[in-house]
């Protein structure tokens, strides 16, 4: 591994452990109350930030610890709750962070092109990960029960994540931490 890369797979090494701690953190501000959490969705930001910022691996990784990290560590979320997370959260961290990379111009539209399938990637995963756990939940999860979690009720995330990921990218663009690549061709701060 040469000097660049290595710099760059520290980079992101560190940021992916900043956005876990960040989703250690973020459903403090919904004061554990299970009904606010499921309806903001806090750990999903930091793991969509990842996949951006960082890259699909990346995101996929912090992904996959967050949620199970957070729950044998705070106790929440609930273990099933944690257990059905898991794929959702890895789904949306490499999804997202696959298609963006994919995009010759990385701007705010890319972000937007990325986000949104990885949004609807990540809530069908949910969903099939509640049927598979119907026999150890022992209730069942009907057609209603996922329209319901994954969009009905999930309403407020959806907005915060469509308005927050794409201002945070910008953001960061401003201050120069992360650079939208504007032609194709030119480097970008984020690799895979």
Same mark, same amino acid.
């Given at each position: 591994m040469d000097r660049t890369a290595r710099s760059v797979h520290i980079r992101n090494l560190v940021l992916s452990a900043l956005f876990i701690a960040v989703g250690m953190i973020l459903p403090f501000f919904t004061g554990q109350i299970p009904q606010i959490g499921r309806m903001l969705s806090p @750990?999903?930001? +930091?793991?969509?930030?990842?996949? =951006?910022i960082c890259g699909w691996p990346w995101g996929l990784a912090?992904? =996959?610890?967050?949620p199970l990290f957070r729950h044998f560590t705070l106790w929440m979320p609930m273990l099933l709750d944690a257990i059905a @997370? %898991? +794929?959702?959260? $890895? %789904?949306?961290?490499?999804?997202?962070?696959?298609?963006y990379r994919r995009f010759k111009k990385q701007d705010l539209a890319a972000v937007y092109l990325s986000l949104? +399938? $990885? @949004?609807?990637?990540? &809530?069908?995963?949910?969903?099939?990960? &509640?049927?598979? @756990? %119907?026999?150890?939940?022992?209730e069942p999860f009907t057609w209603e029960m996922f329209l319901a979690g994954a969009?009905?009720?999930?309403? +407020?995330?959806?907005?915060?994540?469509l308005v927050f990921i794409p201002a945070m990218m910008a953001a960061l663009d401003r201050t120069g931490v992360v650079r939208f690549r504007r032609e194709a061709g030119e480097p970008s701060l984020s690799h895979n």
């Open positions: @750990m999903h930001l +930091p793991v969509l930030l990842c996949g =951006l912090v992904g =996959l610890i967050l @997370m %898991t +794929p959702e959260l $890895a %789904t949306y961290g490499a999804v997202v962070g696959f298609l949104i +399938p $990885a @949004m609807l990637a990540g &809530r069908v995963v949910w969903g099939i990960a &509640r049927v598979l @756990m %119907t026999g150890v939940a022992q969009f009905i009720d999930a309403v +407020p995330a959806i907005i915060l994540q």
